[in-house]
């Protein structure tokens, strides 16, 4: 028997910060279909509002997400094709992009396994903090099947095509210190202060100028699919529109009078 997506994903608000944390320990944290439609709905939420400046993505127990578990996917008839093709584009690719577009800074705070879609929930996050037990697996090798949730679109942006193929070709676990020594992760803690770290971080982005840092994501996200023209044009743009921000007027007149800004997130 299930829970509820309310009991299976908790959340919180606390000074600016959104708190998603997924919450079947028993499962390892198997993201199923009423799991990621809520954490898609509290991204999208939390991009709407003003309130939140950053969002931090965990998980109770021992896992963080040992991938998907599609037993609580809305029930089909016989399969024809282009089904799983419209699975993969309105499920895992949905959870992914919920996050890379998400218009606050999203921290991973990653306290276990890492596996398939989990692994990618986390590489997709703008920060990851990953606790000592913490290993990522690229597992689908291991089930005979293509990665999927953006995998072979993040992963190369994160470790080079080579090392790419190396994970997704052996299925390897990746302990922490070695997923922060490719740049997989930000910060290797141990587990009793994982929460702490990601609380310390959060709420340093929560204080900080949030659409300033909404543009600072979009323009590093787009710039490793287009050229350099393109890059800087989007840079000019985004200067352009950040200078009508009460953030941005703070920012500077705190410089000309020397003393520490006081950022709204507007």
């Not at 809520?38 to 965990?58: F, H, W």
């Not at 419209?86 to 921290?107: N, S, W």
């Not at 909404?214 to 200078?243: F, W």
Request: proline share 5%.
């Amino acid at each position: 028997m299930t829970g509820t997506s309310e009991d299976e994903v908790l959340h919180r608000f606390e000074g600016g910060v959104s708190w998603i944390t997924l919450n079947r320990p028993g499962a390892m944290n198997a993201v199923t279909w009423e799991q990621r439609e809520r954490v898609i709905a509290l991204l999208g939420a939390a991009s709407a509002d003003p309130g939140v400046r950053a969002v931090v993505v965990t998980a109770t127990g021992k896992g963080f997400c040992a991938g998907a578990d599609l037993r609580g996917a809305p029930a089909t008839g016989e399969r024809v094709a282009g089904d799983v093709a419209r699975m993969i584009r309105l499920g895992a690719q949905r959870l992914i992009t919920a996050v890379l577009d998400c218009e606050k800074p999203v921290i991973a705070a990653v306290n276990g396994t890492a596996a398939g879609i989990g692994a990618h929930l986390a590489l997709a996050c703008d920060l990851v903090i990953a606790a000592e037990p913490a290993r990522f697996i690229e597992v689908f090798v291991r089930r005979g099947l293509v990665p999927d949730g953006g995998g072979a679109y993040l992963l190369p942006r994160l470790v080079g095509p080579q090392k790419a193929k190396e994970l997704m070709f052996f299925g390897d676990a990746v302990p922490a210190a070695e997923a922060e020594r490719l740049g997989l992760v930000n910060r290797v803690v141990p587990a009793e202060a994982l929460e702490a770290t990601a609380r310390e971080w959060a709420e340093r982005l929560a204080q900080g100028p949030t659409r300033a840092l909404a543009m600072t994501k979009r323009l590093v996200n787009d710039s490793l699919d287009g050229g350099r023209a393109a890059a800087l044009a989007a840079e000019a743009t985004a200067q352009e529109i950040n200078m009508t921000t009460a953030d941005a007027r703070e920012g500077v007149a705190s410089f000309v009078e020397r003393r520490t800004p006081k950022y709204l997130g507007r």
